[in-house]
């Protein structure tokens, strides 16, 4: 493994809500390897876009707890000024959100918006220059005729068009850590095939680190070395993303691997197949989260958490019964 860009110990995120307090994140431990890109997988509610806003510094309002340490180049983000996370954000990390709204403001021309995100990294290019990588850029990520789309508003484009426009500003900004969270979701096939191009022909360019969220396992495997799943808050099991799609070890890996493979591969249902359901993270069960799902649990797995082990120099994973 690489020397790593981030270093996220003991990460815990909870959130208040009216059932009382969501254990969104709990002891999230992972290195994001530098010039690596790593795929975050795990079905719908495992925790994959707190992980992100944690990382970006945006957890809503509604926080009630934020532990741990979130090392970027050996400064931890979490007990910087804000202002200071501000300033990496968009220069030394920018991401790619699930809702492009977030990113886009409203008011400003989308071609004025992919020009200023380029000036942080380049603030002495002439404008010219800026505006030809952003033309170039629009074209890339699919939009047609971008000479005069560049002239539009973000509501002018269409929702999948808005994404495209998210991907092509968050690449402009040649950040070391680009965050994309499922950036994909909600584009046709033919168009994510070229988003995924792009994405991996950006960043073997740059050699930017690059954290894919996504709860589908063949985006992954298209452009990802390394894969970090995530069950209801915890990482269950980290690896290179070969080894462990080809010999996952953590049960609910298992699980997930074989949904992939099997017919019944459904999108954002992955575990549609394995009896029960995630857990109430409002009342997370003592033990092991994934114990009242899991086909080799035992007694001793409801006593205490699993801790993540080594399984060989780079695998990793979180099951007392391996
Ligand atoms: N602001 C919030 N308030 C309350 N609960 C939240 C909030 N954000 C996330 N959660 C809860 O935390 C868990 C993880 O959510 P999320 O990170 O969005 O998962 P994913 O991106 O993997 O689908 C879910 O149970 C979700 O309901
Ligand atoms: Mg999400």
């Not at 991907?167 to 965050?179: G, P």
């Not at 890996?253 to 992939?260: M, Y």
């Not at 009242?292 to 695998?315: I, K």
């Amino acid at each position: 493994m690489s020397e790593p860009l981030v270093e996220i110990r003991d990460l815990s995120v909870h959130f208040r809500t009216d059932r009382g307090t969501a254990e969104a994140l709990r002891h999230v431990s992972l290195d994001l390897g530098r010039g690596r890109a790593i795929g975050v997988v795990g079905e719908s509610g495992s925790g994959k876009s707190t992980l992100a806003a944690a990382l970006m510094r945006l957890l809503a309002a509604n926080l009630a707890r934020l532990d741990g340490s979130i090392r970027f180049e050996g400064r931890d983000l979490l007990a910087l000024p804000l202002a200071e996370t501000m300033a990496l954000r968009g220069t030394r990390f920018a991401m790619v959100f699930q809702d492009p709204m977030t990113a886009l403001n409203p008011v400003f021309t989308v071609g004025s918006q992919l020009v200023e995100f380029q000036r942080a990294r380049r603030p002495f290019a002439p404008s010219a220059e800026l505006r030809e990588r952003a033309l170039a850029m629009l074209a890339h990520v699919g939009i047609a005729d971008p000479a005069r789309r560049f002239h539009d508003y973000p509501h002018e484009f269409s929702g999948g068009m808005r994404q495209r426009v998210m991907i092509a500003a968050a690449l402009l900004t040649e950040a070391d850590l680009l965050i994309a969270d499922e950036p994909t979701t909600a584009l046709d096939p033919t168009i994510e095939a070229q988003i995924v191009a792009l994405m991996r022909h950006v960043h073997a360019e740059t050699g930017n680190t690059l954290m894919l969220i996504s709860h589908d396992l063949g985006l992954i495997s298209q452009l990802c070395d390394d894969v970090v799943v995530l069950y209801a808050g915890t990482v269950v099991e980290t690896g290179p993303m070969a080894e462990v799609f080809r010999r996952p070890l953590h049960p609910y890996t298992r699980a997930l691997v074989a949904c992939e493979i099997g017919d019944d591969k459904q999108h954002g249902d992955l575990l549609a197949s394995i009896p029960g359901e995630t857990p109430d993270l409002s009342r997370v069960p003592a033990g092991c989260i994934f114990a009242d799902r899991c086909p080799d649990a035992v007694a001793a797995c409801r006593d205490r958490v699993p801790d993540l082990r080594a399984f060989g120099p780079e695998r990793r994973a979180a099951c007392s019964r391996l």
